[in-house]
């Protein structure tokens, strides 16, 4: 129930109810101001004013005046709508159409609403008693039962059209809730598309210049910015990278053809020279191979490659990687033990998910000391994720490092002496997130349990993706 | 073998081009996109060398599919400054037979465009492949060498496999990575190293003379003179 509440619809529909019935009560108060209340004014103005001119016609003539005025206005009612008592000190009648003073009207001034009995009929009859000058009581009434039930009848139907109101009210309100919903609902679908890597797709627009268009129009007008900014920035490194290639190419080329030309001329292996420069060359592709992780990280977070995504079989992606380093972790000594279930299948990009498993393993084996033991295992977490976990037993991520490890360049204490750059974790890391999921490193006692969890199943990528980035999967390059 | 190359930044052009003359082939060079595919679609050629981004109304990609919708068969080998995978697969699909990334080392080059004339002209259809005395039957996987089986796991034959049919040119680890593994990234370690002595191990020790060759910065040769 407060989940609900908190739902901005639900609570739009509530408040749309509430305004409804509140204006809807106040409609019928007016209404109710207006003709009931009207009514019962009117009697008691008519009353009052009988009364009145009786009391004058006492303090002027006498009894005996009053008493004729009585008779007259009495004759003028025959039906017996109105009725006039004038009753002496003791009650006796003295005048009215009454013969005795009704048993349940005090003897007091002031207003009051009583049924009389009128031969076979009991009315209801609302009362004005007044006490008149020399010790006499006057009663004026008139007959209300009809107005009562015009009342009651106005009652009802003002009930049944609140009841109505309120009923209209709610339905409005989830009418509203589900066109308000609706128009979310697609705006929400197409940020989704958006997120996953299309970035070309555009919140659909109506005519209507309402605010859901407005705002489908300002988003839209943000995403074609968006998509300006990340072609520069793709642009940019493009350029980058071929203004940063082409001289390394130029470089490179230059130093091995002086090696070349050094080789042609004279054996092979006695030129330090040649060493030196074998070993600038070497430098270079280091520098290359860090260029390259760069742009593939940048490649990999700026979410593109997720269009391309499809289904996987883990089993096949880390037996792969396993079939790849098991000589070299056996011939290290190191036991290597792969547990992969055959049957799990995950939404994402293979070429990714092995370079993330690779570069795990590669780690594992670089690390793990003679005599260790590698592992590699996938497991179903639940139905919207799995782990693949590489274990080993080496040195491990102290706890002060687990959150550097990720970040680029950043080698542990443990890599001294080893070779690398320091970012295939960062690399594995930004896979995981392109996957929906997260990498964890946990302390294996001894060694480094990584886990690359990942979201077994994305939304499925949107219909109008980019056929050419969709078929990023074929399977061989 | 005669070889176009279209590539506009001069170092790299006179590098390839002395390197290739070195080897013994015939080089044509270009430097722009128009040059190159009129050269392209006039001469002879074994194989074209095209860079990707050329000054020009035409780039590589363009006079790869220019040539492929005249229906050349013409093996053509795409140097990129561009190294995503992306592109990479652009460049395949515009109808490249192989796709390397510059800087690139001039054994690499070499390797790649040797591999690519000798599938163009190999007999497509073999079921067994016999260098020296070693001798290796596709169907039934059976490996022997010297009237001797070798029992071979599933990737060290398809390794083998693919040494054999290269047998006699040089092939680089990135190239036995991609073919053999079908793999895309740097594994930092010396994985393919690992492999290839395994697989040594089995079919050249206790035989003369050995077969599967290092070539020193390069990669490795199977057969063909040490």
Not at chain 1, 332 to 360: K, Q, T
Not at chain 2, 45 to 57: E, H, I, T
Not at chain 2, 213 to 226: E, K, N, P, Q, S
């Amino acid at each position: 129930m407060l989940r609900l509440l908190r739902s901005t619809s639900v609570r739009l529909a509530l408040g749309f109810a509430t305004l409804f019935v509140a204006s809807s009560l106040l409609l019928v108060g007016v209404l109710w101001w207006g003709t009931a209340e009207y009514l019962a004014r009117e009697t008691d103005a008519v009353i009052s004013a009988d009364t009145q001119g009786i009391r004058d016609d006492v303090t002027l003539g006498g009894a005996a005046a009053a008493a004729e005025t009585i008779a007259i206005r009495a004759g003028q009612s025959p039906d017996g709508r109105a009725i006039y008592l004038m009753a002496g000190k003791d009650l006796h009648a003295m005048g009215g159409n009454l013969m005795t003073w009704p048993y349940n009207v005090p003897v007091k001034d002031g207003w009051y609403l009583r049924p009389l009995d009128r031969g076979d009929t009991t009315r209801l009859m609302r009362f004005r008693v007044s006490d008149l000058p020399e010790g006499l009581h006057l009663l004026v009434g008139r007959d209300v039962q009809d107005r009562t039930e015009i009342r009651s009848l106005i009652v009802a139907s003002l009930g049944w059209a609140a009841t109505a109101a309120f009923v209209i009210a709610i339905l409005g309100g989830l009418l509203v809730r589900r066109a308000v919903l609706r128009r979310v609902e697609i705006i929400n679908r197409a940020a989704t598309a958006i997120v996953q890597g299309d970035l070309s797709r555009r919140l659909p627009t109506r005519d209507t210049s309402d605010e859901f268009d407005q705002l489908a129009q300002t988003i839209n007008l943000m995403l074609r910015q968006i998509e300006r900014l990340i072609e520069g920035v793709r642009n940019t490194s493009n350029a980058v990278a071929h203004d940063l290639r082409t001289p390394l190419a130029e470089l490179r080329a230059r130093l091995e053809g002086i090696i070349r030309n050094e080789e042609r001329r004279e054996q092979p292996g006695n030129n330090p020279v040649v060493d030196e420069i074998h070993q600038a060359v070497a430098d270079i592709d280091r520098l290359i191979g860090v260029f390259n992780a760069l742009l593939r990280l940048s490649e990999i977070d700026s979410g593109m490659r997720r269009s391309g995504f499809r289904a996987v079989a883990l089993a096949e992606i880390t037996t792969e990687v396993a079939e790849l380093y098991g000589p070299l972790i056996e011939e290290r000594g190191i036991d290597f033990v792969v547990d992969v279930p055959e049957d799990l299948a995950v939404s994402g990009d293979p070429f990714l998910l092995a370079e993330a498993v690779g570069n795990l393993v590669d780690n594992a084996a670089k690390y793990t000391p003679k005599g260790g033991t590698i592992s590699v295992a996938v497991r179903l977490v639940d139905e919207s994720h799995t782990d693949i976990i590489v274990a080993d037993t080496g040195p491990g991520i102290d706890a002060s490092e687990k959150s550097s490890v990720t970040a680029r360049f950043y080698r542990g204490r443990a890599a001294d002496g080893i070779g690398g750059v320091g970012l295939g974790l960062s690399v594995v890391e930004a896979v995981a997130r392109l996957h929906g999921g997260a990498l964890e490193l946990a302390d294996n006692a001894p060694g480094l349990v990584a886990t690359l969890r990942i979201a077994t199943k994305l939304p499925p990528a949107p219909a109008g993706a980019s056929p050419e980035l969709a078929a990023s999967g074929i399977a061989a390059i | 073998m005669k070889v176009l190359l279209v590539e506009d930044n001069e170092r790299v052009a006179q590098f390839v081009c002395k390197g290739l003359s070195e080897e013994g082939h015939a080089v044509d060079h270009a430097d722009n996109g128009r040059d190159g595919l009129y050269l392209a679609a006039t001469g002879q050629y074994d194989a074209l060398v095209l860079d990707r981004m050329l000054p020009g109304s035409i780039d590589g990609l363009g006079i790869v599919e220019s040539l492929r919708r005249t229906g050349s068969k013409t093996p053509i080998l795409i140097l990129s400054a561009l190294a995503e995978v992306d592109d990479r697969i652009r460049g395949l699909r515009a109808g490249g037979d192989d796709y390397l990334t510059k800087p690139f080392a001039f054994g690499e080059l070499l390797a790649r465009l040797e591999a690519l004339v000798r599938r163009g002209h190999g007999p497509t259809i073999q079921t067994v492949l016999i260098v020296g005395d070693l001798r290796i039957d596709l169907l039934s996987h059976k490996v022997v060498r010297g009237g001797r089986p070798i029992q071979l796991q599933r990737r060290e034959f398809k390794l083998l496999e693919y040494l054999m049919r290269h047998a006699g040119q040089v092939v680089t680890r990135t190239m036995l990575l991609e073919n053999v593994w079908e793999h895309h990234f740097d594994p930092q370690t010396n994985v393919i190293d690992v492999h290839v002595s395994r697989l040594r191990q089995k079919i050249d020790a206790g035989f003369e003379p050995a077969l599967l060759h290092t070539v020193r910065g390069v990669g490795y040769r199977l057969g063909g003179d040490a």
